[in-house]
């Protein structure tokens, strides 16, 4: 653009290179990468043209979720959905360890309650992880409604039971997820997965363990006091826990 004369606080052009439509670089926005403030030529009554910034077009579309801040959508749409749908179920594993901790402490099993509140931290700590790689990779996440949890069972083993089996239940979903990132050609989520993949052998061989050793001592108080002092030992997770 050319400008000759300030006249009225405005600039004349005799040509012009930039105007509606152009952005402050002089081109053409392409929506292929990240949006830039656009010049807004406006002429007054005696052909004095007056340059406005417009705000940066583009912006909704970042903010959809959609487009990562490269304006590329890297994301598939089966398997972003496939993912927000494990945040749900994370969280409902939060909300289901929970549950079973309140039930201990309402029994006078201290190390019991401790030990799945613990677990609810860590579940807690799967759902961000999920949370936080949607989020890297440009898609958009979608929290969904959580059902209540059971809370009360008929016995100890009973209650781990259930935890046993929707450890179980998790398993086979994150399965899924593997598979479908696998046939839609989605390597980062399929690697991404390998460490639920991991931590689901670890997490159903551990409940099994304590529903067979509860099973074995549920008659006897001193038995589950004993285990219920051993688990009062599980130390917190560290942040590192969830990363390696
Ligand atoms: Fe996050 Fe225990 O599954």
Redesign the pocket.
Known sequence: MESTRAFCGLRRSRSTTSGPGLNLFGSEPTGTHPPVPRLVEKKCSRGFSRYTVRPIIGWRKLHTGIENHKGVNIMNSKVEKALNEQIH??FF?FYL?LSVAAYFTANHLDGFSHWMRI?AQ??LG??MKLFDYLNERGGKVELLALDSPESEWPSASAAIETALN??RF??QR?NDIVDLATAENDHATTVMLHW?VN??VE?EAT?DTLFHQVKMVEDSPHGLLMIDRELAGRPAPTEASAEA
């Open positions: 179920a994370e594993s360890y677990q860590e579940e799967h759902a929707h450890e998790i398993s994150i639920y931590e689901q997490e409940a």
